[in-house]
């Protein structure tokens, strides 16, 4: 059995008696050091290694680049749609009870062909919608705003203060709401990817009736935003297939950028020879950016895919409905593709394209704004924090539990303490940028406007 285990070390131990296949598990722990980890798996298994997913649940996990990026280009091969996976079909898995990730929700993410252009086409054109050069500007605002609140004080949580909700809040305006939704959406977001399965089941309950009330909401008072816009979209998606949607928007967009700023920032706070090559202006944040998602890949595994007929990986035999899943950080550290790093800069040379953004039909459609969101908040970090540095060991700071998701628990920092910002003036903040809305002092008595106030109730 492959024991993968959250203390920065992986063992690989020999076949146990109950686990006679060397069985990677995707459970209860987090996956690190993986260059030997990954390495092991494919010097053993080729391209493809076995994995359980919860005790007695089994699955694969590729590693190879050109397999996972197959699986996620060949549609007729592999399906997004998880009722067609062979557990749920068979009754051994129930698919409201398992892995959020291997659930199945009327969205985009789990339709295949037809139906999944049908979902994906009003966010791509909402998304088209956006202007990104007034969208830096609101980043930058928020960004700006958040800086505020701790700046004085000379040290923070970088994670909890400032990656965390910088890309909530902004993906919130674009909803046309105020910051307040923002924090809370924050908040429940973080609780459903968190490591407690009771308050992740309430959270996601209390998120459900956030985007039904949301979408009852520009139903009735329309404005210029996202939800309006894909209420008003010509696929005409249904009211509960709107707040679908937007729970996706809010689920694929928050926690991935959060991780991208916080592994960026530790790489330029632990990395000299990175950092010394970004503030030499040898090496753009974009660059920057791009390194991390090599080597620090805020997704390391991607949910499943389903397979649609036998078929032969390697040494592997797939059967028709197994579950595959993409190997994110693993492909990346697949020979075949990923040189050696550079011997001057120590930059990450891929000779083909990452698959952070995942690739094929299903691939991010807002990676230019997740991209954006990310590189403006390390710059106005980098300008606003003067003697930036860690306030811990490097070997100290954890991983959040995900088999799924790479990224920091916490980056506790310090710095010489400084000024809050001096604002735009509002009208020239009003033309700029997307607005922010005045703060409701009392929420309307819609669904929408109850759970503010329940959610302000809780942390008055
Ligand atoms: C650095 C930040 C981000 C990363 C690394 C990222 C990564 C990804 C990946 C890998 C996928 C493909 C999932 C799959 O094939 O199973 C995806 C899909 C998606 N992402 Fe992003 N994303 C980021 C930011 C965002 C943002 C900011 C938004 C929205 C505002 C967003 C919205 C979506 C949506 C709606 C999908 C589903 C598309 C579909 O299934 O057709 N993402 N993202």
Redesign the pocket.
């Known amino acids: 059995m492959t024991t993968i285990r959250s203390d920065g070390e992986n063992t690989v131990s020999p076949p146990d008696q109950d686990h006679p296949d060397d069985v990677v598990r995707l459970y209860g722990t987090t996956p690190r050091g993986r260059d030997d980890l990954w390495g092991r798996l494919r010097e053993r298994h080729g391209p493809i290694a076995p994995v359980e997913l919860e005790p007695g649940v089994r699955a694969w996990l590729l590693l190879d680049y050109q397999e996972n990026l197959t699986a ?1 280009q060949q549609t007729h091969l592999f399906s ?1 749609d998880t009722r067609r996976w062979r557990e749920a079909v068979e009754g051994r898995v129930d698919l409201a009870k398992t892995l959020p990730m291997m659930s199945w929700l009327p969205s ?2 789990f339709a295949d062909g037809e139906e ?1 252009a049908r979902l ?1 086409a009003p ?1 791509m054109d909402g998304v088209a919608r956006i202007d990104m050069t007034a969208m830096a500007r609101t980043v930058r605002g928020i960004a700006d705003e958040l800086v505020d609140t701790f700046v004085t004080r000379g040290e923070t949580d970088l994670v909890a203060e400032f990656a965390g909700p910088l ?1 909530v809040l902004v ?1 919130n305006r674009l909803f046309g709401l105020p910051d307040g939704y923002g924090h809370m959406l924050g908040d429940l977001t973080a609780t459903v990817f968190g490591e407690n399965a009771a308050r992740a089941e309430e959270a996601l309950e209390r998120m459900q009736q956030y985007f039904a009330g949301l979408v009852a909401r520009k139903a009735e008072n329309p404005g210029h935003d996202l939800a309006t816009w894909m209420l008003r979209h010509s696929s005409e998606l249904s009211p509960s297939e709107v707040a679908y949607t937007a729970a ?2 809010i689920s ?2 928050h926690i ?2 959060t991780h ?1 700023i916080g592994n960026t920032m530790r790489t330029l706070l632990t990395d000299d020879r990175i950092r010394s090559t970004h503030t030499d202006a040898l090496l753009s944040t974009q660059d920057l950016l791009d390194h991390v998602m090599w080597t620090d890949t ?2 390391q595994v ?2 499943g895919r389903i397979a649609l007929q036998d078929m032969r990986i390697g040494g592997a035999r797939i059967r028709t409905g197994d579950a595959l899943f993409v190997g994110i950080d693993a492909a990346h550290r697949d020979p075949a593709v990923r040189g050696h790093s550079d011997p001057d800069t120590g930059l990450a040379s891929g000779r083909r394209a990452h698959l ?3 690739a094929g ?7 230019s ?2 991209r954006l ?2 590189s403006t908040g390390v710059s106005v970090l980098q300008e606003r924090l003067s003697g930036l540095r860690l306030a811990v060991p490097p070997e100290e700071l954890r991983l959040v539990s995900s088999p799924f998701l790479r990224g920091l628990r916490e980056l506790p920092v310090a710095f010489r303490p400084g000024r809050t910002h001096d604002p735009l003036p509002p009208q020239e903040r009003q033309m700029e940028q997307v607005p922010a809305l005045a703060e409701e002092e009392e929420p309307p008595e819609d669904l929408l406007g109850r759970l503010l106030s329940w959610w302000r109730g809780l942390h008055r």
């Open positions: 996620l997004r985009a993410l999944h994906r966010i890309p993906i996706l928007i694929a967009g991935p950028t991208l805020p997704f991607l949910a952070v953004f995942g039909p299903h691939s991010c459609p807002a990676r704004l997740g969101i990310a």
